[in-house]
């Protein structure tokens, strides 16, 4: 996918509506307890960009750095320092191209029912030692385990 193209997304109501430009830094899957609680599914599919490339419009409410719509709950956007993390349920092409997740994270939290990705790096926990310090998607919950 090239760089200059650009996703859009937004929530179940369309009151928010966000796009990211070029391609992602890293896709994921996440079955930690904070995705389970926030999403409501057994787990999470995410993709992540640098701020720079996140642009958004909307009233948006949020519960630490994970924001939804106040009118549907639908979920949007995690927002961190340097990053933006997308549940790629949120955006607007379906089935989306060219966001496979390459990982996955709190695996012994995997329901039983489902199969690690064949070609998904795992990890039992957060991923290992990330290169950088701002990291989105650290578990809040360090007993999570
Ligand atoms: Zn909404
Ligand atoms: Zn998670």
């Not at 937004?10 to 999403?39: E, M, N, T, W, Y």
């Not at 349920?89 to 039983?112: A, F, I, K, M, Q």
């Not at 998904?120 to 950088?132: G, L, S, V």
């Amino acid at each position: 996918m090239s760089n200059d193209t650009r996703r859009s997304g937004s929530c179940l109501c369309g009151g928010v509506q966000f796009s990211v430009a070029g391609d992602p830094l890293r896709i994921g899957l996440c079955h930690c307890k904070d995705c389970r609680k926030a999403g409501g599914s057994t787990f999470s599919a995410f993709a992540v960009w640098p701020i720079e490339a996140f642009e958004t419009t909307g009233i948006v409410n949020s519960y630490g750095d994970r924001s939804f719509c106040p009118t549907c709950g639908g979920r949007v956007t995690l927002v961190g320092k340097t990053e933006v993390e997308v549940p790629i349920g949120s955006l607007d092409e379906v089935p989306t191209e060219g966001l496979e997740p390459s990982y996955e994270l709190w695996t012994n939290r995997r329901e039983h029912w489902l199969q690690p990705l064949p070609d998904a790096q795992q990890f039992e926990h957060d991923r290992d030692a990330p290169p950088n310090d701002d990291e989105v998607h650290h578990d809040q919950a360090a007993d999570a385990a």
